[in-house]
């Protein structure tokens, strides 16, 4: 049974910090791997998703990237800003499955 | 990009009524919807798949009698929780896939506050 484990579970750095992110999982059989930010109270935006045949992807200041064998991935985020401030959810989905399996989420806290 | 909607984005209730959230594709047409439930500070559980046109297919631990999915068009999921419990206080989110095996968009969520 697939498990997705983030960590950390909360982080609050300083504005212009750079940060990582981690995700991991049990099963290496997966299709893709997507990670998503949630604000307070509100849906899932859709950041980065990378298939199981990418290492990476690039969005602006964010870096996503996926290491099969090892059942890792890791969010990159630059020059961090206050309003990045929410919660990361990584999120796999299985070779054999449709379903997205959710880790729990880094709640991220950049202060001004 | 894909939009989906849920209605209400929030929803008060006394113990044992019903309530009936939607969720709707507005620019797209979804084969599949799924609904996840998240506890706070937790993270998304699927709770269930519907595909339009046939019985929805739960997950292990959920109620089918308890939480109604209803997918009638290509547009529209219903999620009924009938004869709600504070224990179902929750934010339901709904997501939306032209087929189960394309890239689900998401809804803004639904919370739920059953007194």
């Known amino acids: 049974k697939q498990e997705v484990t983030q960590i950390p579970a909360a982080l609050s750095v300083p504005e212009g910090e750079n940060l990582v992110l981690n995700c991991s999982f049990t099963d290496s059989a997966i299709y893709n791997l997507q990670w998503f930010r949630q604000d307070p109270g509100k849906g899932l935006t859709s950041l980065l998703l990378?298939?199981?045949?990418?290492r990476e992807q690039t969005s602006g200041r964010l870096n996503a990237s996926l290491d099969k064998s090892s059942g890792r991935s890791t969010l990159y985020i630059a020059a961090s800003q206050p309003g990045d401030s929410a919660t990361y959810l990584c999120?796999?989905?299985?070779?054999?499955?449709?379903?997205?399996?959710f880790g729990s989420g880094t709640r991220l806290l950049v202060r001004p | 990009g894909a939009v989906v909607s849920q209605h209400p984005s929030w929803v008060i209730c006394k113990s044992g009524t019903s309530v009936k959230i939607e969720c709707r594709s507005l620019?797209?047409?979804?084969?599949?919807m799924f609904w996840y439930r998240q506890f706070p500070k937790q993270s998304l559980m699927l709770m269930a798949t519907s595909n339009e046109g046939s019985k929805a297919t739960y997950e292990q631990g959920v109620e089918k009698d308890k939480f109604l999915i209803n997918h009638a068009s290509l547009t529209l999921s219903t999620l009924t929780v009938t004869s709600a419990h504070p224990e179902d206080s929750s934010f339901y989110i709904c997501?939306?896939?032209?087929?189960?095996?394309?890239?689900?968009?998401f809804g803004p969520g639904t919370r739920l506050l059953v007194l």
């Open positions: 990378i298939q199981s045949s990418q």
């Open positions: 999120a796999v989905r299985a070779d054999s499955s449709y379903k997205l399996i």
């Open positions: 997501s939306a896939a032209r087929d189960e095996q394309e890239t689900q968009y």
């Open positions: 620019d797209f047409q979804a084969t599949t």
